[in-house]
């Protein structure tokens, strides 16, 4: 019998870091084990061979922020049966999402000598408004053993578990106390989707929200309880607008007291 073709792997980079990519180099043992069921066929961060489409799976790491890689991620997205967006960047438009609050324009002509050069989109935005998405993977960067999981799932037909739970749940499983409630420590653990582990308040420190918003965070009870802490508007719109900045929870809630 004909030896089974193996699944065809693609990564693709847009404007992102690379630091989602490395999570998968990251992956050291259980990369191998990727490597034997999967063919990596197009993933320049690895290796400079690349193999043409069609790919069975597509890892898209960085968001849309140029006329060139709007046209181009329709292009991914027709070569690829699943379309995987992985990190912050892909998935609500990265750190540099903080352009969309502002004028592209003013920042342009202050840090290029020749502006009119520069082709950027007024927005940074995540690969969902562009095309269809067919799994979301969260992260600043993502965590390396969710991304296997991911990548186990589809290849067994079946749904990926990945927590939908907040940072507060990881806090307690892992036995830490309360960073908020032990020491006025402004932590945004209640809101933010679990997956890092709770590295931050395992070291008594508050998250920074690197994974983006849970499922339904009731962001406006928090920051009633931020403010109760003394942290004023300003604060509150900084802690908002991080790597996850153009999430839509976040962004309202931002938005709320920039303009309240």
Known sequence: MPAKKKPKLAVWKFASCDGCQLSLLDCEDEL??????VHIANFPEASRAVEKGPYDVSLVEGSITTPHDAERIHKVRR???YLITIGACATAGGIQALRNFKDVREFTSIVYANPDYIETLERSTPIRHHVFVDFELRGCPINKYQLLEVISALLNNRKPVIPEHSVCVDCKLAGNPCVMVGHGTPCLGPVTQAGCGAICPSFNRGCYGCFGPKETPNLPSLSEQWQAMGVDKTNLVRAYRGF?????PFRKESESHENG
């Open 244 to 248: 996850n900045a153009f999430a839509e």
């Open 79 to 81: 070569q690829s049966k």
């Open 32 to 37: 191998l084990a990727v490597a034997g069921a």
